[in-house]
């Protein structure tokens, strides 16, 4: 019994470490900058060429904050949620970022942190399952935008699938800009294979992909 015991305590300090040591935090975003909303959407471009140049974690932080982040002491997000539901999960495919190892991550809101899902540059494998669309693998990052559409459906049943749509559009236009103010470029990809970017990404089930959104410096 004591053995067992012991046994039971080793696995789950160790689970814990395993998972401490999968989490990336993210230093704070910023709330200002030079660029008014107005000349971000005046210069907002979708760019499909990326040049070498690595990204930040503070280009990651802020785009990601920018799609799903916590603004002031509420749990309110950047982008609006029909009835504060929030089924919007965001994924980061990182592939040349300083100071972050390659991988899949999930983000989390709440911590402004994330978890690494998935060890390995899955770029060239997303690009596969979105049609071989290469500016994906060209990147530093991809940015990932699913919906769990049971959060929503709870609520607003049938409505719920065009209320979930209509937030990963909101998320998308906030990628945009944020990366528009910060001379980043990006653009949506439509066009893949659910299921073969849940599998390349390692997604829960109930996690669907809504938009695909590979970020970096213009070439």
Partial sequence: MRTVLICTVIMSITATASEHDQRVSLPQAVFSSDMAVEEALLERRSVRKFSKKALTLDDIAQLLWAAQGI?????????????????????????????????????????HDLVRIVDGDRRRSLATACWFQTWLRQAPAVIVTTGVFARTARKYGERSERYVQVEAGAVAQNIYLQATSRGLGTVIVGAFRDTKVKAVLGLPEDHEPLTVMPVGHYR
Avoid: D, F
Avoid at 79 to 101: D, F, K, Q, R, T
């Fill in 71 to 111: 603004t002031g002491s509420s749990t309110y997000r950047t982008a609006p949620s029909a009835g504060a539901l929030y089924p919007i999960e965001m994924y980061l495919v990182a592939g040349n970022v300083e100071g972050l190892a390659q991988g899949v991550y999930r983000y989390r809101p709440k911590s």
